[in-house]
Nanobody
Framework: QVQLVESGGGLVQAGGSLRLSCAAS????????MGWFRQAPGKEREFVAA???????YYADSVKGRFTISRDNAKNTADLQMNSLKPEDTAVYYC??????????????????WGRGTQVTVSS
């Protein structure tokens, strides 16, 4: 089993920044692909960013150039730096870990473990 715990969410004004962190425990972190997804009220969960076990990164078009995903295998963490935040970034953000598969890194089905989420609210 793998446990994922997100932190760093909160309330921020448009144009501001937040850094989300995902702490993992239970298995060798370096073997996982990591992803961040988000879900706004009344909407489906959507892909935000991913970083593979080989440090390849992927971003949704809506966050490209504003968000940066990183990982620290020594600390078992995967972070999401969010800059130039917009009200439309408001959502619950979820961390996910996957051991691999045929699905794209941008597909939620690729991931086997999920955190409980952290709320990000961006005011206009």
């Amino acid at each position: 089993q793998v446990q994922l715990v997100e932190s760093g969410g909160g309330l921020v004004q448009a144009g501001g920044s937040l850094r989300l962190s995902c702490a993992a425990s239970g298995r060798t972190f370096s073997t996982f692909d990591m992803g961040w997804f988000r879900q706004a009220p009344g909407k489906e969960r959507e892909f935000v960013a991913a970083i593979t076990r080989f440090d390849t990164t992927y971003y949704a078009d809506s966050v490209k150039g504003r968000f940066t995903i990183s990982r620290d295998n020594a600390k078992n963490t995967a972070d999401l730096q969010m800059n130039s935040l917009k009200p439309e970034d408001t959502a619950v953000y979820y961390c996910a870990a996957g051991i691999g598969g045929l699905q794209s890194n941008m597909n939620a089905r690729r991931y086997d473990y999920w955190g409980r989420g952290t709320q990000v609210t961006v005011s206009s």
